[in-house]
């Protein structure tokens, strides 16, 4: 087996994919709850077996398909061909002028069943995944497996496409290389979540966001392994068996309340990851915070509106929709404390975030402080007084829907080494059986040992065997 990455990709083509028919120039602002997030990449990758059929009989044929496709979406996926480009505030907006993606053609010498996904930092990263240009907002890389399987990864700027936005772009790509009609099409309709007039603010957003600006220096980085002590952030993926799960959710639900899987999964984490800020506490006044990312979308709907009217339709709204909303423990509470007590704070700092309200304060709140972006405090400075992670879900990751035409994936994964403050775990469905998951978790060293040590039976590094099903 390849090790830790160990393989040459050598790059054999780069090209531009524009839209296939032309698009008038035009600028399209960003909304309030864009301007919450930094500029940020994420990775999303999907690995496929050698094609079979007919019509796919050389790679070079599949990236013509991804290509065409490609070319094909972007007239409705227009904002994901254009750049991004500053306006006299300061704050970003997109020109939508065509200038197209970025798209890369490799080899790699290694074999699909060779690939260490359980350390994507050193098999992904750098190798399969693309950087993307500067102003862009899409790159694109195909990459050709030894055993003649296919690696199809793309990378995209956070600022205008959240998770959801990039799987509904995702599963209209592929169904546009199979000639079927997309099934959603996108809205790029900022006015949805214009803020209200008058402004309506509620000050308790002080203490989930704070504005850039009031940021302190960033600390200088850890340059010794003594000085880093295990607390350098780092991409593992595992897997979690649906018996584990169920386990997990029985023991954080009580007589009078079922928690959700999610629910479930977070507080044990946190359990997990409060551990290691165990340490020198004798006090015992460290806080480790949590944080789960909301998608508004649900709760902005209006339904009856949007059957009437599909350009105000959330479901098809293409931009960020979030919030993260965390909660903060004290660390020997939340190792001493069981699991249902611990997933009841967690369900707690929820409750108030998965409200319409919520997030028509949030953009009013934005609103007010314009053009001094803001940033999520535990993003940014969650780990001042203990160890701290968001949890974002990807269960409604569509894997299986990503086929361009010579199979469904066998693995597909985000990633996310977001740079931040905090960690970053995103659980999706595994591609092999429904009910278990796979977890991409961005966590320190630290943390991500003592999990492997003292979790092992719920938190099992991915290998090949559990997707070749």
Same mark, same amino acid.
């Given at each position: 087996?390849?090790?830790?990455?160990?393989?040459?990709?050598?790059?054999?083509?780069?090209? !531009?994919?524009?839209?296939?028919?032309?698009?008038?120039?035009?600028?399209?602002?960003?909304?309030?709850?864009?301007?919450?997030?930094?500029?940020?990449?994420?990775?999303?990758?999907?690995?496929?077996?050698?094609?079979?059929?007919?019509?796919?009989?050389?790679?070079?044929?599949?990236?013509?398909?991804?290509?065409?496709?490609?070319?094909?979406?972007?007239?409705?996926?227009?904002?994901?061909?254009?750049?991004?480009?500053?306006?006299?505030?300061?704050?970003?907006?997109?020109?939508?002028?065509?200038?197209?993606?970025?798209?890369?053609?490799?080899?790699?010498?290694?074999?699909?069943?060779?690939?260490?996904?359980?350390?994507?930092?050193?098999?992904?990263?750098?190798?399969?995944?693309?950087?993307?240009?500067?102003?862009?907002?899409?790159?694109?890389?195909?990459?050709?497996?030894?055993?003649?399987?296919?690696?199809?990864?793309?990378?995209?700027?956070?600022?205008?496409?959240?998770?959801?936005?990039?799987?509904?772009?995702?599963?209209?790509?592929?169904?546009?290389?199979?000639?079927?009609?997309?099934?959603?099409?996108?809205?790029?309709?900022?006015?949805?979540?214009?803020?209200?007039?008058?402004?309506?603010?509620?000050?308790?957003?002080?203490?989930?966001?704070?504005?850039?600006?009031?940021?302190?220096?960033?600390?200088?980085?850890?340059?010794?392994?003594?000085?880093?002590?295990?607390?350098?952030?780092?991409?593992?993926?595992?897997?979690?068996?649906?018996?584990?799960?169920?386990?997990?959710?029985?023991?954080?639900?009580?007589?009078?309340?079922?928690?959700?899987?999610?629910?479930?999964?977070?507080?044990?984490?946190?359990?997990?990851?409060?551990?290691?800020?165990?340490?020198?506490?004798?006090?015992?006044?460290?806080?480790?915070?949590?944080? !789960?990312?909301?998608?508004?979308?649900?709760?902005?709907?209006?339904?009856?509106?949007?059957?009437?009217?599909?350009?105000?339709?959330?479901?098809?709204?293409?931009?960020?929709?979030?919030?993260?909303?965390?909660?903060?423990?004290?660390?020997?509470?939340?190792?001493?404390?069981?699991?249902?007590?611990?997933?009841?704070?967690?369900?707690?700092?929820?409750?108030?975030? !998965?409200?319409?309200?919520?997030?028509?304060?949030?953009?009013?709140?934005?609103?007010?402080?314009?053009?001094?972006?803001?940033?999520?405090?535990?993003?940014?400075?969650?780990?001042?007084?203990?160890?701290?992670?968001?949890?974002?879900?990807?269960?409604?990751?569509?894997?299986?829907?990503?086929?361009?035409?010579?199979?469904?994936?066998?693995?597909?994964?985000?990633?996310?080494?977001?740079?931040?403050?905090?960690?970053?775990?995103?659980?999706?469905?595994?591609?092999?059986?429904?009910?278990?998951?796979?977890?991409?978790?961005?966590?320190?060293?630290?943390?991500?040992?003592?999990?492997?040590?003292?979790?092992?039976?719920?938190?099992?590094?991915?290998?090949?065997?559990?997707?070749?099903?």
């Amino acid at each position: 087996m390849v090790a830790e990455g160990d393989f040459i990709v050598t790059v054999s083509k780069k090209d !531009v994919v524009a839209a296939v028919l032309p698009l008038q120039e035009h600028w399209l602002p960003l909304s309030n709850l864009d301007l919450l997030l930094p500029a940020i990449d994420f990775g999303v990758f999907f690995c496929y077996k050698k094609p079979t059929a007919a019509d796919f009989g050389s790679f070079g044929s599949a990236v013509d398909v991804l290509k065409k496709a490609m070319a094909e979406a972007l007239v409705s996926y227009y904002a994901l061909a254009g750049e991004v480009v500053y306006n006299y505030d300061g704050e970003p907006e997109l020109l939508c002028n065509n200038l197209g993606v970025d798209f890369v053609e490799a080899y790699a010498e290694v074999e699909l069943r060779d690939l260490n996904l359980y350390n994507p930092d050193e098999s992904i990263e750098g190798k399969l995944l693309p950087k993307k240009k500067k102003n862009g907002l899409l790159s694109v890389q195909a990459t050709e497996l030894k055993c003649g399987g296919i690696v199809v990864a793309c990378t995209l700027d956070h600022r205008i496409a959240d998770a959801y936005s990039t799987n509904m772009f995702l599963v209209s790509w592929a169904e546009i290389a199979q000639s079927k009609p997309m099934s959603v099409l996108p809205s790029f309709r900022r006015s949805i979540l214009n803020p209200r007039r008058p402004l309506c603010i509620d000050h308790a957003f002080d203490d989930m966001y704070l504005s850039i600006s009031s940021l302190p220096p960033p600390p200088p980085p850890n340059n010794t392994p003594e000085e880093a002590n295990g607390n350098n952030l780092i991409s593992r993926i595992y897997y979690i068996k649906s018996e584990q799960l169920n386990k997990l959710q029985l023991l954080a639900s009580s007589d009078e309340c079922k928690r959700t899987k999610l629910e479930s999964f977070s507080a044990y984490l946190w359990k997990m990851v409060a551990l290691t800020g165990n340490d020198n506490d004798d006090s015992g006044t460290r806080i480790s915070k949590m944080g !789960v990312v909301v998608d508004g979308r649900t709760r902005l709907s209006s339904s009856k509106a949007d059957h009437v009217n599909k350009s105000m339709s959330m479901d098809s709204y293409f931009g960020n929709v979030l919030s993260v909303p965390f909660g903060g423990q004290k660390v020997t509470e939340l190792i001493e404390k069981p699991l249902s007590w611990v997933a009841k704070r967690v369900h707690d700092f929820l409750e108030n975030a !998965v409200t319409k309200d919520h997030f028509l304060g949030l953009i009013d709140w934005v609103e007010a402080r314009r053009p001094d972006p803001a940033i999520s405090k535990i993003c940014a400075t969650g780990s001042k007084d203990g160890p701290a992670f968001v949890v974002s879900s990807g269960q409604r990751f569509p894997v299986s829907k990503v086929d361009f035409g010579w199979g469904k994936p066998v693995f597909g994964s985000y990633h996310f080494p977001w740079g931040g403050d905090a960690g970053y775990v995103m659980p999706m469905p595994s591609p092999a059986h429904n009910s278990d998951w796979v977890v991409y978790m961005y966590l320190s060293e630290k943390q991500l040992d003592l999990i492997e040590t003292q979790a092992s039976n719920v938190f099992e590094p991915l290998t090949f065997n559990y997707l070749a099903a």
